[in-house]
T-cell receptor, first 112, second 114 residues
Framework: GDSVTQMEGPVTLSEEAFLTINCTYT??????LFWYVQYPGEGLQLLLK?????DKGSNKGFEATYRKETTSFHLEKGSVQVSDSAVYFC???????????FGTGTRLLVSP | DTEVTQTPKHLVMGMTNKKSLKCEQH?????MYWYKQKAKKPPELMFV???????INESVPSRFSPECPNSSLLNLHLHALQPEDSALYLC?????????????FGSGTQLSVL
């Protein structure tokens, strides 16, 4: 079945460091791919998305590129801030289905 | 208005109680979702309503009973829950039949079953 695999956390970085959170997926067809962020005590917010191969999603300095050849959608940011501390979920939406399949989430901790 | 509003934010109930969680959106979305999220785990889909009809039930126990009274409202009725049902319950909405569209999530109801 469709699935998403994320790197284990927590990821601990100093402010202004470079961030990469790995995400790979298994799916038939051409799913849409998403990164959601969850701050403590809150619901999930869409961070960025990509709907077809080679698309790059970007928002608030975060980027991810839909790589069909490696079935990956890694999240990157050039310079993290303390306020980026949160849990990041990679997700896919299978073609023709109304459900999101989430990865296990990666906690990011950024220290001053 | 791009919000999904959930009430209550926190709920404590005993195993014999009956309670309801409520969710409301005014974005004109015709698909609404209930997700369950245990601590440090990803959200797990419970139910999907599309055009006010139940379209997906992920084999959820009958002690959880969803209801979609109109296109803006989604309820989750709870009865005879178990302590292991304690979790964050998230509501979401989207446009149906458009799988490239994002889901909008509410901030959730934190449920504790004693």
């Amino acid at each position: 079945g469709d699935s998403v695999t994320q790197m284990e956390g927590p990821v601990t970085l100093s402010e202004e460091a470079f961030l990469t959170i790995n995400c790979t997926y298994t799916a038939t067809g051409y799913p849409s791919l998403f990164w959601y962020v969850q701050y403590p005590g809150e619901g999930l917010q869409l961070l960025l998305k990509a709907t077809k191969a080679d698309d790059k999603g970007s928002n608030k300095g975060f980027e991810a590129t839909y790589r069909k050849e490696t079935t990956s959608f890694h999240l990157e940011k050039g310079s993290v801030q303390v306020s980026d501390s949160a849990v990041y979920f990679c997700a896919l939406r299978p073609t023709g289905f109304q459900k999101l399949v989430f990865g296990t989430g990666t906690r990011l901790l950024v220290s001053p | 208005d791009t919000e999904v509003t959930q009430t209550p934010k926190h709920l404590v109930m005993g195993m014999t109680n009956k309670k309801s969680l409520k969710c409301e959106q005014h974005m004109g979305h015709r698909a609404m979702y209930w997700y369950k999220q245990k601590a440090k785990k990803p959200p797990e889909l419970m139910f999907v309503y599309s055009y006010e009809k139940l379209s997906i039930n992920e084999s959820v126990p009958s002690r959880f009973s969803p209801e979609c009274p109109n296109s803006s409202l989604l309820n989750l009725h709870l009865h005879a829950l178990q302590p292991e049902d304690s979790a964050l319950y998230l509501c979401a909405s989207s446009q149906p039949d458009r799988d490239t569209e994002k889901l909008f999530f509410g901030s959730g109801t934190q449920l504790s079953v004693l």
